[in-house]
C-alpha cells in the first residue's frame, strides 16, 4: 500500500474569501496592466507589418516604373519570397499587388506612421477596394480608428454613405446643450438614417416601422451609432395622472443621457416638436438619476423642410434633432459635401489630439 507521505502534495489556489481585502484592487490593477500592455504590442506589431508593406510595395512600384515590367514579375517574386521564408505568409501575388496599391494610395511613408496604422491589414484592403480619394479614404480610416469599427462595419458604413450623413440633423443642440457636449451630441447625429434592412417601407405607419426596428434591433442601434443603448419601446411616461407613450427610449453612454426617438411615417411638422419636447421633460423628471445629463430628442421624419426644421426648433430649450429617414439611399456624392470634406492634414491632426 503506498505511502501518503510519498505522493508529492501542491499548494492549493486560497479561496478569495480568505484574501485581504485590497486582493481585488491589485487583481484589477493587474488585469489592466496585461491588457495594455497585448494591446500596445498588438498596435506596434501592426504598425511594424505596414510600414514593411508599405516599403515592398514602394520598391514594387518605384521598379515598375522605371522599368515598365508587367504582374508576370509579382507573380515570380511571390514564389521566389516563399522558397525564402518557408511557412511566411502574406506575399501571394494577390497581397504583393495590394502592397503596391498601398504605396500607390499613400505616397508618403508618414502617413502609415500616423494613428491610422492601427487598423488591420484587412481594413486598408477594403479602404483601397472601395475608395478612391484619399480624402475620403483617410476619413474612413480615422472613423474606424475612433469607432472601433471592425471590416464588415466599415465596409457598410462605406456602402451607406457615413460620410455625407455623419452630424447632419437639424438641431438647437448650439443653444440647448453645453458647449462641451454640443459637439459630441451633433456629431451622435446622422441625416438621412438609412434602414436599408427593412426592405421597402413603402405605405408604412409609424407602428409597423417601430415594430420591424424593435425586430432588427441590433441593426438599428448600428445605425443610430457608438454609444446607444436601448431601454425599450411604447415606454409608458405618466405625469399628472395621464399617461404618455414614447416610441423609443435609448441612453448614450458617452454622452450621459436618455435619448427619445419619436417616429414619423409623414413629413415634418413642427407640432410634432411639441410632443417631443414634453416627453423628453417627462422623462427628465421620472426616469433621470444623479449624474445624468439632460434627455435629448431625436425625432425622425419621412422627408422634411430644412428651413421649416430650424425655424421650428428656435423656441425650443430642450434638446432636439431632427432628421429624415430612409430605406435607400443615393450613393453619389454631391459636390457641396465633396468640397466639404476635411483635408487629410486636418485629419491626421484631429487624430493625433484624441488618440
Known sequence: MPNDDAVPRFPSTPARSILPDWYPDLLDRVTS???TGHRRAVSAANTEALS?????????????????????????????????????KGYSPRNLKYMRAFAAAWTEPAIVQ???????????????????????????????????????????????????????????????IEAERSDLAQEATKD???????????????????????????????ELGQGFAFVGRQVRLELAGDEFFCDLLFYHLHLRC????????????????????LY??????????????????LLLCKNKNEVVAEYALRGF???????????????????????????????????????
Not at 64 to 77: K, Y
Not at 261 to 270: C, I, Q, T, Y
Not at 338 to 349: G, M, V, W
Open 280 to 297: 423628453t421633460a417627462v422623462v427628465d423628471d421620472i426616469l433621470t438619476k444623479e449624474g445624468d445629463k439632460p434627455t435629448i430628442g
Open 114 to 176: 500616423q494613428p491610422v496604422a492601427q487598423l488591420p491589414w484587412g481594413h486598408q484592403m477594403l479602404l483601397l477596394d472601395k475608395l478612391d480619394e484619399p480624402p475620403l479614404r483617410l476619413f474612413y480610416a480615422a472613423a474606424a480608428v475612433e469607432r472601433g469599427w471592425s471590416r464588415a462595419v466599415l465596409a457598410l458604413q462605406i456602402e451607406g454613405g457615413f460620410h455625407r450623413r455623419s452630424g447632419k440633423a437639424v438641431s438647437n443642440f448650439a443653444t440647448a
Open 317 to 355: 430649450k430642450a434638446p432636439i434633432g431632427v432628421a429624415e429617414w430612409t430605406s435607400a439611399i443615393n450613393k453619389s456624392l454631391p459636390a457641396e459635401f465633396e468640397s466639404a470634406l476635411p483635408s487629410i492634414e486636418l485629419l491626421e491632426a484631429e487624430l493625433g489630439d484624441r488618440l
Open 33 to 35: 496592466h496585461i491588457t
Open 192 to 222: 438621412p438614417y438609412l434602414f436599408d434592412f427593412l426592405g421597402s417601407t413603402d405605405g408604412w405607419r409609424e407602428r409597423e416601422l417601430e415594430d420591424k426596428l424593435v425586430e432588427h434591433v441590433g441593426k438599428f442601434l448600428l
Open 52 to 88: 514593411s508593406y508599405w516599403a515592398i510595395g514602394s520598391e514594387i512600384l518605384n521598379r515598375q516604373e522605371s522599368e515598365g515590367w508587367g504582374t508576370r514579375v509579382i507573380d515570380r517574386l511571390s514564389a521566389d519570397l516563399k522558397s525564402r521564408f518557408p511557412g511566411a
Open 258 to 277: 436618455y435619448v427619445v426617438v419619436e417616429l414619423k411615417a409623414v413629413p415634418f411638422n413642427a407640432a410634432f416638436l411639441g410632443q417631443l419636447g
